[in-house]
């Protein structure tokens, strides 16, 4: 059952809301903690999840016609474990290792504020269908619930 656009929206800014206020009791010892995600650490997992707000603008600019060609979040995924699957393990290597978060705590902490914000502010509806390279299309919601999950 998909969640309604009001609902995703708030769960979605919620949940930001709930990382902002995480990071900002981490004490400088816990940001360097590992993390199950090996070899990841606490700092570099905030990093992969913190929002990077040019996203927003990115999906309304690709906003497209026609019908998404994933309108399941169970499927979006998928195709990305696939695609992952079928490449080498140099293709996937990061010779950096994973991302790190260049910034102090408290800018995360400001990125997932403001995304919330942001989130509750915006109209778009979830059905709009979104252009995307490894998915072809896919719908504002299924981007939402997949958001939601991880």
């Not at 914000?117 to 709009?128: D, F, G, V, W």
């Not at 719908?139 to 619930?145: C, L, M, N, Q």
């Amino acid at each position: 059952m998909r969640l309604d656009e009001d609902a995703v929206r708030q769960t979605s800014a919620d949940a930001r809301e709930r990382w902002a206020r995480r990071c900002a009791e981490l004490t400088p010892q816990q940001w360097s903690t590992a993390t199950r995600c090996t070899p990841w650490d606490v700092r570099g997992l905030v990093s992969h999840r913190c929002p990077d707000l040019s996203l927003f603008d990115m999906l309304n600019a690709a906003t497209t016609d026609g019908r998404a060609a994933v309108a399941d979040a169970a499927e979006m995924p998928r195709r990305f474990n696939a695609l992952a699957e079928s490449l080498t393990p140099l293709q996937t290597a990061s010779p950096s290792g994973p991302p790190r978060l260049r910034r102090r705590p408290g800018e995360a902490v400001t990125r997932f504020t403001e995304c919330a914000e942001i989130l509750r502010a915006t109209t778009m509806s979830n059905e709009a269908v979104i252009s995307c390279p490894v998915l072809g299309s896919t719908t504002s919601a299924v981007i939402a619930e997949v958001a939601l999950m991880e």
